[in-house]
């Protein structure tokens, strides 16, 4: 079991930036992929970025150009650096590590974003 905690939400304007941090309880480099995904009232957690083991980045379409996901092993620390927001980024950020064998997914308490005028 791992424990996961965000952080760097907050309220920006539109255009602006954002760092999200994820410190992970131990050793990153142990799961298969770690991920960010948010979610809105009334819709389902979706996808923002994802990161292996290996490196491979994917991204939603939505936030393609605009979001970079990265890791540091050494800090045990996953990022979500968030450019150009839009009033659409605006959500609770959640971050996610992933192992394939044993399947197994955990999972932050969250952190919240809002992008506002």
């Known amino acids: 079991q791992v424990r996961l905690v965000e952080s760097g939400g907050g309220l920006v304007q539109p255009g602006g930036s954002l760092r999200l941090s994820c410190a992970a309880s131990?050793?990153?480099?142990?799961?298969?992929?770690m991920g960010w995904y948010r979610r809105t009232p009334g819709k389902e957690r979706e996808l923002v970025a994802v990161?292996?083991?290996?490196?491979?980045?994917n991204y939603a379409d939505s936030v393609k150009g605009r979001f970079t996901i990265s890791r540091d092993n050494a800090k045990n620390t996953v990022y979500l650096q968030m450019n150009s927001l839009k009033l659409e980024d605006t959500a609770v950020y959640y971050c996610?590590?992933?192992?394939?064998?044993?399947?197994?997914?955990?999972w932050g308490q969250g952190t919240q974003v809002t992008v506002s005028s």
């Open positions: 996610n590590s992933y192992t394939k064998f044993p399947r197994r997914a955990d």
């Open positions: 131990r050793n990153i480099g142990s799961f298969d992929s």
């Open positions: 990161i292996t083991s290996g490196g491979s980045t």
